[in-house]
């Protein structure tokens, strides 16, 4: 079986038009038409798109070798990891910017408290 192949398997299991596959990934019809006839080769950009846009394992596409699709559970997973760190980041910002706000609030405070003594004086 080709990749070609493999990749009409893919847009039916999902149960999508040609029309709608192909919109996808940045596709007209007929070009689409084109790579399920065996007229042109699944590029390595197609490839990309396919596995951005449908969790297709690229593996399985070129060998048939795995899962169709790859694991969610993978995906969530780096999903996962890239909002924790994400997260820690902007939390590292935001105790930055109390420490910094904490720093200005004692600054201000000082001087109203030399302006009062000095107004005391006069």
Request: avoid cysteine; charge should be neutral; proline fraction near 0%.
């Amino acid at each position: 079986m080709t990749e070609n192949q493999r990749l009409k398997i893919v847009r039916k299991f999902l149960s999508k038009t040609q029309v709608e596959f192909a919109s996808s990934i940045g596709l007209t019809q007929a070009g689409y038409s084109d790579i399920e006839r065996g007229k042109n080769n699944v590029s390595g950009k197609i490839k990309i798109l396919l596995k951005r846009e449908h969790n297709v394992n690229i593996t399985w596409l070129e060998s048939g070798e795995g899962e169709m699709f790859t694991q969610v559970d993978e995906i969530h997973s780096q999903s996962d990891h890239t909002v924790i760190s994400n997260l820690k980041l902007e939390i590292d910002r935001l105790q930055k910017e109390i420490n910094h706000l904490s720093t200005e609030k004692m600054q201000y405070l000082e001087t109203i408290k030399n302006l009062e003594a000095e107004l005391s004086r006069k």
